[in-house]
């Protein structure tokens, strides 16, 4: 890894020198490093006779790409564990009620994404009573839905605002022509839920990625 991450500040910095100087190590051992990672791939990283500044050959640029996606993954791995050391969760599990409005689901999604960019978020969408269904049986922690279906006896709530169904029905059914209009509009209450036994846990919450049914996006 460490000569990887020679190779990478060799190629920023455009020289063995400046690199050097910016990893606050000597010359000579910028070269060894490269030396050492050239012998070791079999390939030549640099083309170092037609000009004074190191130039990278095509197979250099190659390994360049691959560099860079490792010291990346090597990055996020870190900031992973900094997280867990500070007692963030390894994941997320929310389950979705599909009447939940998709847009406030996104913006909810991107803001925890924001706050805790190393959890990953598993997202998983029930209709009815599937939402308690998955937080009784310990396969989500946090669910999101309404009453109408849900027995939240032994569950933690807390209201998070409401969500307004319109019932309609084609101009030939029976409803349609009973004048009637009182049940045009029948608000529902959207609310959070988690089993309670979560809290001795901590409240904690915290992505990288999150997951549709388990599908890394």
Known sequence: MDQLLVLLTVVEEGSFTAAARRLQRATSAISYAIDTLETQLGLPLFDRGTTRK????????AIVS??????????????????????LESEVSLVVDTMYPSDQLVAVLNDFHMKFPTVPLRLLVQALGGVERLI???DAGIGIGGLMHMDSTGLRRIEIGGVTLIPVAASSHPLARTGDKSAA?????????????????????????????????
Do not use: N
């Not at 190191?54 to 640029?61: A, M, N």
């Not at 791995?77 to 007692?87: D, K, N, Q, S």
């Not at 997951?211 to 996006?217: K, S």
């Open 185 to 217: 509009r029948a608000p529902t209450t959207s609310s959070l839920f988690y089993r309670i036994d979560l809290q001795a846990k901590g409240e904690t919450g915290a992505l990288s990625a999150w997951r549709p049914g388990g599908l890394v996006i």
């Open 66 to 87: 691959e560099a860079e996606a490792v010291a990346h993954s090597v990055g996020t791995l870190r900031a992973r564990v900094r997280g867990l050391l500070e007692g």
């Open 54 to 61: 190191p130039k990278l050959t095509h197979v250099g640029q």
């Open 136 to 138: 009784r049986s310990g």
